[in-house]
């Protein structure tokens, strides 16, 4: 496993923007597929971006397609989520998260999580 560990959050105005790090730990990030998850008070944890180990495939939810971008540097054990035009329904605490599997990531969640970094958006 890898230890994750987010920052970059904060508030901020509708229509604004933020970049998310989720920083890891360990020699065998890059063989990792990674992505982010949030979850609004009283809703469920749901899937908003993933990246394969590779950055060769890249999946958003429908609610931040075109908004949001998520990249990786391997070689700074780093991924980014880059979130543009933020509205007030994106507040959330956003966690990373990784796994060996990219496909079980996606529906499940990673076996690696952060302790997760609050985003609110003002109206």
């Known amino acids: 496993q890898v230890q994750l560990l987010e920052s970059g959050g904060g508030l901020v105005q509708a229509g604004g923007s933020l970049r998310l790090s989720c920083a890891a730990s360990g020699r065998t990030f890059g063989t990792y597929a990674t992505g982010w998850f949030r979850q609004a008070p009283g809703k469920e944890r749901e899937f908003v971006a993933s990246?394969?180990?590779?950055?060769?495939?890249?999946y958003y939810s429908d609610s931040v397609k075109g908004r949001f971008t998520i990249s990786r540097d391997n070689a700074k054990n780093t991924v980014y989520l880059q979130m543009n035009n933020l509205k007030p329904e994106d507040t959330a605490v956003y966690y990373c998260?990784?796994?060996?599997?990219?496909?079980?990531?996606?529906?499940?969640?990673?076996?690696?999580w952060g302790q997760g970094t609050q985003v609110t958006v003002s109206s």
């Open positions: 998260t990784a796994d060996r599997s990219s496909s079980s990531l996606r529906l499940q969640g990673g076996t690696s």
């Open positions: 990246i394969s180990w590779s950055g060769s495939n890249i």
